[in-house]
């Protein structure tokens, strides 16, 4: 079974890198490995947080129940990706 | 409903029905007007971004009337975390559009709106704050752009609305009836008034006992009988008439303005916050003042895009890396994020009213848009200096297209050899319009007066300083004792 990844992002109010093409790579390079949950509604088993800075402001409230692996950096994508290859 | 799209918006501006008036004709199809659709792109964008995963964290909020998820432009704060979300929110819109997008007013309406009706209430007994309940849970049921309309023609300054010739020179009470209340006058300068389905009027000014008809403040659909809108010009707004895609500067949004003037129209007693409560006036308009002092964090976006232009266009001509260019480009940053500090400073320093609402610190609001009466102006200066003359010197996107003239243009137009003479020149458009076309009354001059003009904020700022302590900490250090 594998694992379902909830992506979450903050609001994007002045992000240093392009979160959403970051977003693409990951799920490129993660395909196969891990599912991806949709919506709010969908069940998932941890969360990327993807944050746009260092003040890594997105509301988690909601994800307190799961494992978060957050993203504050494009540096931080490797980190993650070795981290969910683990888990997959 | 609850949270609308793009489109079901442009879709629901169809429907109305609104008395609209530019270069003295009836407007028929105001949604595709050339000069009002970059206006209403702008608001849609509010629209489009709350179902953006990417965004929806700032643009989304859960109601605390229904604990369903609405836009953020029909909430009402319930923290600090909820304030500085609304600062970040118009930082991004501002970017995004690179303009005015006109729905913070409505926000700031409301919220202002829940925290006063309440008061009211409290002291009087009366039942404004479950009313403006219900009808706060219909805008955000149905997720409505609502224009909140504080500023009064005001006929001579020096005199106060009972005493005025022209006794409209203030909207007012000119009939109570069973059923409701008969309002006459005029409200000016209306942000996004043609792309509303509401507005919420408010007094303009702190009100006496002899200004009670003045003391008033109601809902209307924006489409009701005895509404005609007026449209303001803007400096170059034909340009949008020309049919090009490049002399408009900013080829996808824009704001407006309008006169909105209520001729003898109906409110039903629904939909009235306020009848003469004359001693509340002055804390609505002040309440008011400091949640849109607070929005304008969205020039901070807007400077985001004009300091983009300005190295682009050092890049294009060759000059980034000239030291005093470079420097120029600092400058910018630093004014600009100076600004994002101080719409997060009265964020963070909120606090919780009586209603539960939460409010901006007063003081560093004002502080904040007292900022931005000046700091735009510097930033546009600078952002002129990099550009160069032929901002405003250059030939139009016809001449450019001409068989005739294009050869010459593209020839001695084109600077750094890597870059399209054309890009160069959209990229001046950008900063012209930013500067001194459509966008500049968004960015500069509405900068100095929306939201009260730059004297409003000196009187606040005098009024809510601790001085005491200030003096208290000088005179303790050199030794004087009182």
Same mark, same amino acid.
């Given at each position: 079974?594998?694992?379902?990844?909830?992506?979450?992002?903050?609001?994007?109010?002045?992000?240093?890198?392009?979160?959403?093409?970051?977003?693409?790579?990951?799920?490129?390079?993660?395909?196969?490995?891990?599912?991806?949950?949709?919506?709010?509604?969908?069940?998932?088993?941890?969360?990327?947080?993807?944050?746009?800075?260092?003040?890594?402001?997105?509301?988690?409230?909601?994800?307190?129940?799961?494992?978060?692996?957050?993203?504050?950096?494009?540096?931080?994508?490797?980190?993650?990706?070795?981290?969910?290859?683990?888990?997959? | 409903?609850?949270?609308?799209?793009?489109?079901?918006?442009?879709?629901?501006?169809?429907?109305?029905?609104?008395?609209?008036?530019?270069?003295?004709?009836?407007?028929?199809?105001?949604?595709?007007?050339?000069?009002?659709?970059?206006?209403?792109?702008?608001?849609?964008?509010?629209?489009?971004?709350?179902?953006?995963?990417?965004?929806?964290?700032?643009?989304?909020?859960?109601?605390?009337?229904?604990?369903?998820?609405?836009?953020?432009?029909?909430?009402?704060?319930?923290?600090?975390?909820?304030?500085?979300?609304?600062?970040?929110?118009?930082?991004?819109?501002?970017?995004?559009?690179?303009?005015?997008?006109?729905?913070?007013?409505?926000?700031?309406?409301?919220?202002?709106?829940?925290?006063?009706?309440?008061?009211?209430?409290?002291?009087?007994?009366?039942?404004?704050?479950?009313?403006?309940?219900?009808?706060?849970?219909?805008?955000?049921?149905?997720?409505?752009?609502?224009?909140?309309?504080?500023?009064?023609?005001?006929?001579?300054?020096?005199?106060?609305?009972?005493?005025?010739?022209?006794?409209?020179?203030?909207?007012?009470?000119?009939?109570?009836?069973?059923?409701?209340?008969?309002?006459?006058?005029?409200?000016?300068?209306?942000?996004?008034?043609?792309?509303?389905?509401?507005?919420?009027?408010?007094?303009?000014?702190?009100?006496?006992?002899?200004?009670?008809?003045?003391?008033?403040?109601?809902?209307?659909?924006?489409?009701?009988?005895?509404?005609?809108?007026?449209?303001?010009?803007?400096?170059?707004?034909?340009?949008?008439?020309?049919?090009?895609?490049?002399?408009?500067?900013?080829?996808?949004?824009?704001?407006?303005?309008?006169?909105?003037?209520?001729?003898?129209? #109906?409110?039903?007693?629904?939909?009235?916050?306020? #009848?003469?409560?004359?001693? #509340?006036?002055?804390?609505?308009?002040?309440?008011?003042?400091?949640?849109?002092?607070?929005?304008?964090?969205?020039?901070?976006?807007?400077?985001?895009?004009?300091?983009?232009?300005?190295?682009?266009?050092?890049?294009?001509?060759?000059?980034?890396?000239?030291?005093?260019?470079?420097?120029?480009?600092?400058?910018?940053?630093?004014?600009?994020?100076?600004?994002?500090?101080?719409?997060?400073?009265?964020?963070?320093?909120?606090?919780?009213?009586?209603?539960?609402?939460?409010?901006?610190?007063?003081?560093?609001?004002?502080?904040?848009?007292?900022?931005?009466?000046? #700091?735009?102006?510097?930033?546009?200066?600078?952002?002129?200096?990099?550009?160069?003359?032929?901002?405003?010197?250059?030939?139009?996107?016809?001449?450019?297209?001409?068989?005739?003239?294009?050869?010459?243009?593209?020839?001695?137009?084109?600077?750094?050899?890597?870059?399209?003479?054309?890009?160069?020149?959209?990229?001046?458009?950008?900063?012209?319009?930013?500067?001194?076309?459509?966008?500049?009354?968004?960015?500069?001059?509405?900068?100095?007066?929306?939201?009260?003009?730059?004297?409003?904020?000196?009187?606040?700022?005098?009024?809510?300083?601790?001085?005491?302590?200030?003096?208290?900490?000088?005179?303790?250090?050199?030794?004087?004792?009182?």
């Amino acid at each position: 079974m594998k694992p379902r990844v909830r992506i979450k992002y903050c609001g994007g109010c002045n992000p240093k890198y392009d979160r959403v093409a970051l977003v693409e790579e990951l799920k490129a390079r993660l395909r196969g490995t891990v599912a991806w949950a949709s919506s709010d509604a969908d069940p998932c088993d941890m969360v990327v947080a993807v944050q746009g800075c260092e003040t890594a402001c997105a509301d988690l409230t909601a994800f307190a129940a799961y494992e978060i692996y957050p993203i504050t950096c494009p540096e931080d994508l490797e980190r993650l990706i070795e981290e969910m290859r683990m888990k997959g | 409903m609850t949270m609308m799209t793009a489109k079901e918006y442009e879709e629901s501006l169809r429907k109305l029905r609104l008395q609209v008036y530019m270069f003295g004709e009836r407007i028929e199809n105001v949604v595709d007007h050339p000069i009002i659709r970059p206006s209403m792109n702008a608001v849609a964008k509010t629209y489009e971004l709350a179902h953006s995963p990417e965004h929806e964290d700032l643009m989304t909020a859960v109601s605390h009337i229904t604990g369903k998820k609405i836009n953020r432009f029909t909430h009402i704060h319930q923290n600090v975390g909820d304030l500085v979300k609304k600062s970040k929110m118009g930082r991004l819109l501002g970017r995004e559009t690179g303009c005015c997008f006109q729905r913070c007013v409505g926000m700031d309406t409301l919220n202002a709106l829940s925290i006063v009706t309440y008061n009211i209430d409290s002291k009087y007994g009366t039942a404004y704050y479950p009313r403006f309940l219900k009808y706060l849970e219909y805008i955000q049921e149905n997720d409505l752009m609502v224009d909140g309309a504080m500023t009064d023609p005001k006929g001579h300054r020096g005199l106060a609305p009972h005493q005025q010739p022209d006794p409209d020179a203030f909207l007012r009470v000119v009939e109570e009836r069973k059923d409701g209340i008969v309002v006459r006058g005029a409200k000016a300068h209306q942000t996004g008034a043609v792309n509303s389905h509401e507005v919420v009027v408010m007094p303009t000014l702190s009100m006496r006992k002899e200004d009670a008809d003045y003391a008033v403040s109601f809902a209307l659909p924006s489409d009701a009988e005895g509404i005609t809108y007026i449209m303001g010009r803007q400096s170059c707004d034909t340009r949008k008439l020309e049919g090009g895609t490049m002399d408009q500067g900013n080829i996808l949004f824009g704001g407006h303005e309008a006169l909105v003037v209520f001729d003898n129209v #109906f409110v039903p007693w629904d939909r009235v916050f306020m #009848f003469r409560e004359v001693d #509340f006036s002055g804390q609505l308009v002040e309440t008011f003042a400091a949640y849109h002092r607070q929005s304008y964090a969205c020039k901070v976006g807007v400077g985001d895009v004009l300091i983009g232009a300005a190295q682009t266009i050092a890049e294009y001509n060759g000059a980034d890396k000239a030291s005093h260019i470079r420097d120029k480009i600092v400058e910018m940053n630093h004014l600009n994020e100076t600004l994002y500090c101080g719409c997060i400073a009265c964020a963070s320093e909120g606090h919780k009213e009586p209603s539960g609402t939460y409010c901006v610190n007063i003081l560093l609001a004002n502080v904040h848009k007292h900022n931005v009466t000046r #700091f735009p102006f510097e930033l546009s200066r600078l952002a002129q200096d990099i550009a160069g003359g032929l901002m405003v010197t250059l030939p139009s996107e016809k001449d450019l297209r001409s068989p005739d003239t294009g050869r010459w243009i593209r020839k001695y137009f084109k600077a750094n050899p890597d870059v399209p003479a054309e890009n160069r020149m959209r990229i001046l458009r950008l900063i012209e319009n930013l500067t001194l076309g459509t966008a500049a009354v968004g960015y500069l001059t509405e900068s100095i007066h929306g939201a009260g003009s730059p004297q409003a904020q000196r009187i606040m700022i005098s009024r809510r300083v601790n001085l005491a302590e200030k003096q208290r900490a000088a005179k303790k250090l050199c030794g004087i004792e009182d």
